[in-house]
């Protein structure tokens, strides 16, 4: 098979299934950070309790989330989003955070990730994650410019001839077309949002167990802050399924 069929063929594969790297990431990271937590305590070396190295995660998290809510808040409808059975694109959204980088939600997907990664103070496994992550969304990439140039054409080639795919570049700038939406935002970010303050939590609270060998949350504060992204969660969950408040 051609190699640009081959590329087509595995972006289309992963772009169905690109909830599965995080998935993955999840386990593996997890199973290198308790290593990691497990070593140091073996060794006195109680690295569990870094609240400012954790901190510093917690803002390249965020900084990712920030960039898909800005991403988000500014595209119209009938986009791909997160539907994940087939491409759609009935606009070519060139202004925004668009103005600066083609790819700005997997650009967002990868300092949330880049995130729960450096969590596990281990500099092979970020470093792994890190190519792993460009090989991965490189070939989805491929398959949705594919998609979007056969829909634009030059519209396209020439946007993207102005535009870096991953990398952005802020001086490109220019202000989005449409207002900002934050009833969008609130639907689909939710659950990034949730997911950022429980995977914290979960690693903290593994990394406690390992090094004093109970929970007692010492680490209070990444208790507070699940409960409140997660009943914040719950209640915008509710709001769109059982009402109009969050309807366009």
């Not at 190295?53 to 809510?69: H, K, M, P, S, T």
């Not at 083609?102 to 997907?109: A, E, F, I, T």
């Not at 995130?115 to 500099?123: N, R």
């Not at 570049?169 to 990034?192: H, I, S, T």
Request: glycine share 6%; net charge positive.
């Amino acid at each position: 098979m051609e190699l640009v069929k081959e590329l087509d063929k595995q972006g289309n594969f992963l772009f169905k299934y690109r909830g599965i790297l995080p998935l993955i990431i999840l386990v593996v990271g997890l199973a290198v950070y308790a290593y990691v937590i497990w070593e140091g305590a073996s060794t006195y070396r109680l690295t569990f309790q870094n609240n400012e190295y954790e901190f510093f995660c917690l803002a390249v998290a965020l900084l990712g989330l920030v960039i898909r809510i800005l991403t988000v808040g500014f595209t119209p409808r009938h986009t791909s989003g997160r539907n994940t059975q087939q491409q759609v694109a009935d606009t070519l959204n060139t202004s925004g955070m668009y103005s600066t980088v083609r790819h700005p939600l997997y650009v967002g997907n990868f300092f949330m990730w880049l995130g729960v990664a450096l969590l596990t103070q281990h500099a092979w496994f970020t470093i792994a994650f890190v190519l792993l992550y460009w090989m991965y969304y490189e070939r989805i990439m491929f398959t949705e410019e594919k998609f979007i140039a056969g829909k634009f054409g030059e519209k396209f080639y020439a946007w993207a001839a102005q535009t870096p795919a991953i990398i952005p570049n802020p001086a490109r700038w220019r202000n989005p077309d449409l207002q900002f939406n934050p009833k969008k935002v609130l639907r689909q970010e939710k659950n990034g949002f949730f997911a950022v303050f429980l995977l914290f939590f979960v690693f903290d609270t593994v990394g406690e167990f390992i090094t004093y060998g109970d929970v007692s949350f010492r680490n209070f504060h990444w208790l507070v802050l699940c409960i409140a992204s997660g009943v914040l969660y719950l209640v915008l969950k509710l709001l769109k399924n059982k009402t109009q408040v969050l309807a366009d």
